[in-house]
């Protein structure tokens, strides 16, 4: 500190500058007025304080800050910028696969293989359902018109497998932990 140093407080400085003290103090947090301390109260070097507080209105209003630093400024909201939009991207994503105009991979990986249980035991239980009608049969014209006709009612039982919404919508709920009333929520 210079010999001529005129030390005042928080409250002193602020009548000197125009500004209020908690903006002093503010300042002095992020280091742009410099500060003593004495006990536990911060104690300013009016002179210095006055200074450093004029410099950093001038470079605040004149931009005060480099090409480096309005570059790192534009990217850093820039990021913001980004960040916020996948955030929001991603809200409206889930808001669609819990309306069920959008599926999860693993959900259809699911549903599908529920699909393929079902074809699955059709035929296996194929077998056993023909197995006492074609032993009864010794013309194999007429073997081979059964197990046709058994092929046809497995396909067509197959056909009658349709995607349903609501099977999706309470896939998703259970896989969110949800209950009934939050999907009614999402869908209003």
Do not use: C, W
Not at 109 to 119: N, P
């Amino acid at each position: 500190m210079a010999e001529n140093s005129q030390l005042v407080d928080a409250n002193e400085l602020a009548k000197l500058l125009g500004v209020t003290p908690r903006t002093i103090r503010n300042l002095a947090a992020d280091e742009d007025i410099s500060f003593v301390k004495q006990g536990s109260k911060r104690m300013f070097d009016a002179p210095t304080a006055i200074q450093e507080f004029i410099a950093l209105s001038a470079k605040r209003a004149s931009g005060g800050l480099s090409d480096e630093e309005r570059d790192l400024e534009k990217e850093k909201l820039q990021a913001d910028v980004d960040y916020k939009r996948a955030k929001a991207d991603t809200a409206e994503l889930m808001l669609e696969e819990l309306r069920g105009n959008m599926h999860s991979s693993e959900d259809v990986e699911h549903m599908t293989a529920d699909l393929i249980l079902m074809v699955k035991s059709l035929l296996l239980a194929l077998p056993g359902q023909m197995a006492v009608d074609l032993a009864q049969i010794d013309n194999p014209t007429e073997v081979s018109a059964k197990l046709r006709e058994a092929a046809a009612q497995m396909l067509a039982e197959i056909s009658r497998y349709e995607y349903n919404p609501d099977k999706y919508r309470k896939r998703v709920r259970e896989r969110r932990g949800m209950s009934d009333e939050d999907d009614a929520e999402d869908r209003g």
